[in-house]
């Protein structure tokens, strides 16, 4: 009842504030759109305690359980997505949860909460909010929101295995599973990938990523006092980038004062370990990187000179007024572009962490074009 009377009070709060919304969204699916804010808001809560429960697996020295706190945080990440894209399909904006002080136990605690308190918590919600969003039939929230509770079940019963091997043999990792495999499209979890498809989203097998690769450069990146949140997000977006993109060399040698300097303190991944390609791709481009976002945050929108306002009025002539919606002109301009000009965009994506180009993002990206004489017109 309770979780009833919070849905209804959050769609009093999204009607009150339909003007900062879909007006069309909020007329046709109030219920919906709340309840999509809601678990947008546990979602990323839960996102964010998972990776500090990593972290204390980490300084405990469970590494097979710091993966599967990993794996966690990474599947909740996807759901946080999914949330998102369907808020913005909607042209609801949504509503970032207020950042709050993360409290962690101990490793062994934290799993007893899990599957006892916090699990079994999710899991009776999830038939009431479906209940309650299928009148207004919106299917793919109906779809996501199902999935989502498949993968919160799944995640419990992983829990309770890794708990049940804790407190058989506390200290002996060989019990625990030593990788997890998160599929991309709906944040399933498993310990071996199936044969097939997705048990829950019926994706392919291809979906699914190792939790760990991925995990010990956000833990690096996390735990770096030099860097302001902005900037951690801005290095994470780019490793995101590197890493799903494939590479041509299967091998790179980084010099031997790569782990030198205040560029490394800043921008690096902490004490020097085995890096796996991905990670080393990273650390060879800092120099580049660094630029990048220096040149980005010194631009002045207020204070350009003749040739950047010459260029702004070309592209609002072009483009309108407002923002350029990036991925819709990509959309029209496909086999058009080079892949120069095609990298030159991520990178302005990458870098200002939207995918609507402001005056800022345009003058960047024709400081990128001027260095690039490969993109292109």
Same mark, same amino acid.
């Not at 303190?265 to 020097?272: E, F, T």
């Not at 072009?318 to 080079?338: M, V």
């Given at each position: 009842?309770?979780?009833?009377?919070?849905?209804?009070?959050?769609?009093?709060?999204?009607?009150?504030?339909?003007?900062?919304?879909?007006?069309?969204?909020?007329?046709?699916?109030?219920?919906?759109?709340?309840?999509?804010?809601?678990?947008?808001?546990?979602?990323?809560?839960?996102?964010?305690?998972?990776?500090?429960?990593?972290?204390?697996?980490?300084?405990?020295?469970?590494?097979?359980?710091?993966?599967?706190?990993?794996?966690?945080?990474?599947?909740?990440?996807?759901?946080?997505?999914?949330?998102?894209?369907?808020?913005?399909?909607?042209?609801?904006?949504?509503?970032?949860?207020?950042?709050?002080?993360?409290?962690?136990?101990?490793?062994?605690?934290?799993?007893?909460?899990?599957?006892?308190?916090?699990?079994?918590?999710?899991?009776?919600?999830?038939?009431?909010?479906?209940?309650?969003?299928?009148?207004?039939?919106?299917?793919?929230?109906?779809?996501?929101?199902?999935?989502?509770?498949?993968?919160?079940?799944?995640?419990?019963?992983?829990?309770?295995?890794?708990?049940?091997?804790?407190?058989?043999?506390?200290?002996?990792?060989?019990?625990?599973?030593?990788?997890?495999?998160?599929?991309?499209?709906?944040?399933?979890?498993?310990?071996?990938?199936?044969?097939?498809?997705?048990?829950?989203?019926?994706?392919?097998?291809?979906?699914?990523?190792?939790?760990? !690769?991925?995990?010990?450069?956000?833990?690096?990146? /996390?735990?770096? $006092? +030099? @860097?302001?949140?902005? %900037?951690?997000?801005?290095?994470?977006?780019?490793?995101?980038?590197?890493?799903?993109?494939?590479?041509?060399?299967?091998?790179?040698?980084?010099?031997?004062?790569?782990?030198?300097?205040?560029?490394?303190?800043?921008?690096?991944?902490?004490?020097?370990?085995?890096?796996?390609?991905?990670?080393?791709?990273?650390?060879?481009?800092?120099?580049?990187?660094?630029?990048?976002?220096?040149?980005?945050?010194?631009?002045?929108?207020?204070?350009?000179?003749?040739?950047?306002?010459?260029?702004?009025?070309?592209?609002?002539?072009?483009?309108?007024?407002?923002?350029?919606?990036?991925?819709?002109?990509? !959309?029209?301009?496909?086999?058009?572009?080079?892949? /120069?000009?095609? $990298? +030159? @965009?991520?990178?302005? %994506?990458?870098?200002?962490?939207?995918?609507?180009?402001?005056?800022?993002?345009?003058?960047?990206?024709?400081?990128?074009?001027?260095?690039?004489?490969?993109?292109?017109?």
């Amino acid at each position: 009842m309770r979780k009833l009377g919070m849905v209804a009070c959050l769609v009093s709060c999204v009607l009150m504030s339909s003007g900062a919304f879909g007006v069309e969204a909020v007329s046709k699916y109030p219920v919906t759109v709340a309840v999509l804010q809601l678990l947008y808001n546990d979602e990323t809560k839960a996102m964010r305690s998972y990776w500090a429960c990593a972290r204390q697996a980490h300084r405990e020295k469970h590494l097979n359980i710091e993966l599967f706190f990993a794996g966690l945080a990474i599947s909740k990440s996807i759901r946080v997505e999914a949330i998102e894209t369907m808020l913005t399909d909607m042209e609801v904006e949504p509503a970032e949860p207020a950042e709050t002080d993360i409290r962690v136990s101990k490793t062994k605690l934290n799993l007893k909460l899990l599957t006892n308190i916090q699990f079994p918590k999710l899991e009776k919600r999830y038939p009431i909010l479906i209940e309650r969003i299928k009148p207004e039939g919106h299917a793919v929230a109906i779809q996501n929101i199902s999935h989502a509770w498949k993968v919160d079940v799944q995640h419990c019963e992983l829990a309770e295995k890794i708990l049940s091997s804790l407190e058989s043999f506390f200290g002996i990792a060989a019990k625990i599973p030593d990788a997890f495999h998160v599929c991309q499209g709906c944040g399933s979890m498993v310990v071996d990938v199936p044969e097939l498809t997705c048990p829950i989203c019926e994706g392919p097998i291809s979906d699914y990523a190792q939790a760990d !690769a991925k995990w010990r450069f956000y833990c690096a990146i /996390e735990g770096c $006092k +030099l @860097l302001s949140d902005q %900037e951690k997000s801005f290095a994470v977006r780019m490793y995101d980038y590197i890493y799903a993109g494939e590479h041509e060399q299967e091998e790179i040698e980084l010099a031997g004062d790569a782990f030198e300097g205040a560029l490394y303190a800043k921008w690096g991944l902490g004490n020097p370990r085995e890096f796996c390609l991905e990670e080393k791709i990273y650390l060879a481009g800092l120099e580049d990187m660094s630029r990048m976002w220096t040149d980005y945050n010194s631009i002045d929108a207020d204070d350009l000179d003749e040739a950047d306002k010459a260029f702004l009025k070309e592209m609002h002539n072009k483009y309108g007024d407002g923002p350029i919606n990036l991925r819709r002109e990509r !959309a029209g301009k496909k086999g058009e572009l080079s892949d /120069e000009a095609l $990298k +030159l @965009l991520d990178m302005v %994506e990458i870098v200002s962490g939207r995918t609507e180009f402001e005056d800022q993002d345009l003058i960047f990206l024709r400081a990128l074009i001027a260095s690039s004489p490969k993109s292109g017109s």
